[in-house]
């Protein structure tokens, strides 16, 4: 064996592999665990068996837990077990890493909770009695840490958290400020609805702590504009300007203390200093650590917490099955006052979690190349909550029943694969692209400037595939395949900006679809009737629509629709449908432009395009008509374009430069019917 390898010697220590004499084995491994770091031992390797670990006699006992040390790796085997004693606390952990614990690997073995055999009754002085901080590693503020392949299981809180700790601060208060701002060179300058920290006592650096921790946040503002932010301003012990941080967010905004800075200066978004309190703090969170290839499953409250955290790596891991108490998740970014940056999610498998993954705060994701099932009632897959900020990817996973909801702005979702589930897009410029939908659905359009490029949409009558909210969104090449079984295949307002290019929509029921609002470019329509019904601007250009019986319906149900057709294809396959292949009850305005309308296959006596319902005659609903520069073509002798119940007081509609075949014109009389030919063939 290597002599950089420590293997614990039980009986010198006073450590059990039996599970059993839980004390004398939690302090025998601390004691060692010193004694080899002391002794340039740079892993520890814990002997096959079961080690009970006491279970203390406070809340989080830091004596009823082992305590890692700093430039070691614990090893331990696949039969190696590190077990909670049963116990009442609602605060505990198994394996500890603190502030200082640095280039640590943990790798293999078996860390379990007691979930199965714990009390739940007791309630501490201090806590929630909801006994949900009951973790199997801890991780505070530590840096180059490796957590390898291990099982972590049944634990009341979480497999696994990563957090930060405080380390020093003070308020600065009313009586610390003064009204006014400060310019980009440092200079204290008079700025309405600002104010001023104006003494050194409370605002320099000479606290030893910040020779090492060169930090400054801000939190729990009072007196301060809502949804404001922090500017920091630097100093050299002469009063020389250093630097300046602008914009800082409250809470998990950080400021990095420059090189010679002696004091600082914050600036606040307040209309005077009266009742403006914030406490100014300096933190230590984790740093570059390693989670991979575990098993983490069967906990109450997380699989993986991160509550003050920067660059994390979640690799290969299987996390299961968490659920119990909330929030229960499978991953759960929400570092509250502590920053929670730079994770990545890549290669895992999700199953059976409450929910899967939640980024409710911090800056910047990547969540790539995992899986996600899920079966359970009321389920979450991935959330990403508005609080969220940065760069965010969603990329190369596959979501089987675990939905995707994005809530933050700027987050782009590419090359995933969707079945049985819904996704959400929610805030503002969000871009999904390159994906596969199979009996899930897409909801976009509930925020600006969203955009879906190069989807595969198709389902068997689960739920409807697209849901248009009545923000402005631009969709290219998404392809709706279904068999709708009357479920429909497209929902919602849509916007007059919404931009449609290259939608196909194909359905083999032909039970219709609903038409959102928006110009639709080089679209295909196989779906049976398109439907629209609301107010707003409705363009088909250079568009190919198919149907059985009936190809488009337009009326004023929720307010008089404007629609414009052109050079566009139109073809009915079977008989006309009720009413008309075309048929228009209610708009502010329609127009058939230079485009082909066909029914051969057609043998009923049912107009193409009919304007105005049937029945007695009733004031018109359609206010404004031009039929233009089209052919038509039938099998046999019907009504081509027919306006002749348009309404009592309809307008002139303008029929014109038509070419019919087999087809011929019923029109009102006031109509304007100019150079329209009717052939026979």
Not at 120 to 147: C, D, F, R
Not at 635 to 660: H, Q, V
């Amino acid at each position: 064996m290597n002599s950089s390898v420590y293997e614990l010697e039980l009986s010198r220590w006073g450590v059990y592999n039996n599970g059993s004499h839980p004390i004398e084995t939690t302090k025998g491994i601390n004691a060692a665990l010193v004694w080899a770091k002391d002794n340039g031992f740079k892993t520890f390797k814990i002997p096959d068996g079961t080690y009970l670990i006491a279970k203390g006699t406070q809340q989080g006992d830091p004596e009823s837990r082992i305590n890692m040390v700093s430039d070691m790796d614990l090893l331990l085997s696949d039969k190696t077990i590190l077990r909670k004693e049963s116990n009442e606390f609602e605060m505990y952990s198994v394996l500890y890493l603190g502030v200082e614990v640095k280039n640590v690997t943990i790798k293999g073995g078996t860390v379990q909770g007691d979930r199965d055999t714990h009390d739940y009754s007791k309630k501490g002085a201090h806590t929630a009695g909801t006994h949900e901080w009951g973790y199997g590693i801890e991780l505070v503020g530590v840096k180059n840490v490796v957590v390898d392949g291990v099982k972590l299981e049944k634990f009341t809180g979480d497999g696994l958290i990563v957090s930060g700790t405080t380390i020093t601060g003070t308020y600065i208060t009313e009586s610390q400020l003064e009204s006014g701002g400060i310019d980009d060179n440092g200079n204290p300058i008079a700025k309405a609805g600002k104010v001023r920290s104006n003494s050194r006592s409370v605002t320099n650096f000479d606290n030893p702590v910040y020779q090492k921790y060169r930090n400054i946040y801000f939190w729990f503002p009072e007196g301060v504009t809502p949804d404001s932010t922090v500017d920091v301003y630097y100093y050299r012990k002469d009063g020389s300007f250093i630097k300046t941080d602008k914009d800082l967010r409250y809470f998990n905004g950080e400021s990095i203390i420059p090189t010679g800075a002696d004091y600082f200066r914050a600036v606040f978004d307040a209309p005077s200093t009266k009742g403006v309190k914030v406490n100014r703090m300096t933190v230590d969170i984790s740093k570059h650590v390693t989670i991979k290839n575990c098993d983490i499953g069967y906990n109450r409250r997380q699989g993986i917490s991160l509550v003050g955290s920067d660059s994390v790596e979640i690799l290969q891991n299987h996390i299961h099955h968490t659920s119990g108490t909330a929030p229960q998740s499978g991953i759960d970014i929400e570092p509250g006052f502590y920053p929670g940056n730079n994770t990545v999610i890549k290669w895992n498998k999700f199953a059976e979690n409450k929910i899967q993954i939640v980024l409710a705060y911090g800056e910047n994701a990547l969540i790539e190349g995992n899986t996600l099932n899920q079966t359970i009632d009321g389920g979450v897959g991935v959330h990403v909550h508005e609080g969220f900020r940065g760069d965010i990817y969603v990329n190369k996973n596959r979501f089987n029943g675990s939905g995707l909801t994005l809530k933050a702005d700027n987050i782009t979702s590419n090359q995933n694969t969707f079945l049985n589930c819904q996704v959400s897009l929610q805030g503002k410029n969000n871009i999904i692209s390159n994906s596969k939908f199979m009996d899930a659905s897409l909801a976009i359009g509930n925020a600006e400037n969203q955009k879906a490029v190069n989807l595969s949409i198709q389902h068997n009558g689960v739920r409807s595939s697209l849901y248009l909210g009545d923000q402005s969104v631009h969709l290219k090449n998404v392809h709706i395949k279904a068999k709708s079984n009357g479920k429909g295949l497209i929902s919602g307002v849509g916007n007059n900006n919404n931009v449609y290019e290259g939608i196909s929509v194909e359905d083999s029921d032909q039970k219709g679809t609903l038409l959102p609002a928006g110009a639709y470019h080089q679209s295909f329509f196989d779906a049976g009737c398109l439907t629209i019904n609301r107010v707003g601007r409705y363009e088909l250009n250079d568009c190919i629509i198919k149907s059985t019986g009936n190809l488009l319906s337009v009326n004023s149900t929720y307010g008089k629709p404007d629609v414009i057709v052109s050079r566009s294809n139109l073809e009915i396959t079977e008989n006309i449908g009720y009413g008309a292949a075309i048929y228009i009850l209610g708009a502010g305005g329609f127009e058939l432009l230079n485009s082909i309308l066909i029914a051969q296959n057609n043998t009923i006596n049912t107009p193409l395009i009919k304007i105005g319902p049937y029945g007695y005659p009733l004031p018109t609903k359609v206010f404004t008509a031009s039929i233009k520069e089209n052919v038509i073509i039938t099998k046999i002798n019907i009504s081509g374009i027919d306006t002749s119940n348009a309404g009592t007081d309809a307008p002139p509609y303008l029929i014109e430069n038509n070419t019919l075949y087999n087809a011929k014109l019923s029109l009102k009389t006031n109509d304007i019917n100019q150079n329209n030919q009717r052939l026979t063939e």
